[in-house]
C-alpha cells in the first residue's frame, strides 16, 4: 500500500486561489506517475490533472490555464495550484498514483467553492 496524504483543501470564494498538497513516500516518490482526481456531489470520480516521472503534465479541459500541477522530489510532494476557482470546481480532490499495477488513493480533501 502506498500512503498519500492530501492536505490543503478549504472554503473559498469564487475566484480565489488554492493550492493542495500530496505527500508520498520518499523512497519510491521518484519513480512515481502522479495525479489528481476530483469527485463533485453525484458526479462520477474525474480526472483532473497529472503528472509523470519525468515532469510532463496534462490537464483536463474543465481546469486547463487554471489549474497547474507540479511536483517537488526533494520534498516528495505533488502539488495543485488552483486558481479562479468556480462553484462547479467545488469537490473532494484526490491525489493518485499507480504503483505495481495497482491504484493508490488518498484520503481526499474537500474544496468548496461558493459565495
Known amino acids: 500500500q502506498v500512503q498519500l496524504v492530501e492536505s490543503g483543501g478549504g472554503s473559498v470564494q469564487p475566484g480565489e486561489s488554492l493550492t493542495l498538497s500530496c505527500a508520498a513516500p520518499?523512497?519510491?516518490?521518484?519513480?512515481?506517475?502522479m495525479a489528481w482526481y476530483r469527485q463533485g456531489a453525484g458526479k462520477p470520480r474525474e480526472l483532473v490533472a497529472s503528472i509523470s516521472r519525468g515532469g510532463s503534465t496534462n490537464t483536463a479541459d474543465s481546469v486547463r490555464g487554471r489549474f497547474t500541477i507540479s511536483r517537488d522530489n526533494a520534498k516528495s510532494r505533488v502539488y495543485l495550484s488552483m486558481n479562479s476557482l468556480k462553484p462547479e470546481d467545488t469537490a473532494i480532490y484526490y491525489c493518485?498514483?499507480?504503483?505495481?499495477?495497482?491504484?493508490?488513493w488518498g484520503q481526499g480533501t474537500q474544496v468548496t467553492v461558493s459565495s
Open positions: 520518499e523512497s519510491i516518490f521518484a519513480n512515481l506517475a
Open positions: 493518485n498514483t499507480r504503483y505495481y499495477g495497482s491504484n493508490h
